[in-house]
């Protein structure tokens, strides 16, 4: 996954303009960002069982 996003984020910006770089960037943070919430409920679920 760590490939990934350095491949997307170093990406040459004149192809597509900087704002798509931006969105991509904001894009996988949040997503980042929501895997970590779900592991967090994930595991609190299994340690009060």
Do not use: R
Request: proline share 2%; glycine share 6%.
């Amino acid at each position: 996954y760590l490939s990934v996003m350095l491949a997307l984020v170093s990406k040459p910006t004149t192809a597509l303009g900087t704002g798509w770089t931006y969105n991509v960037v904001e894009i996988s943070g949040l997503y980042w960002h929501f895997v970590d919430l779900v592991w967090i409920m994930v595991f609190t679920f299994i340690y009060l069982l």
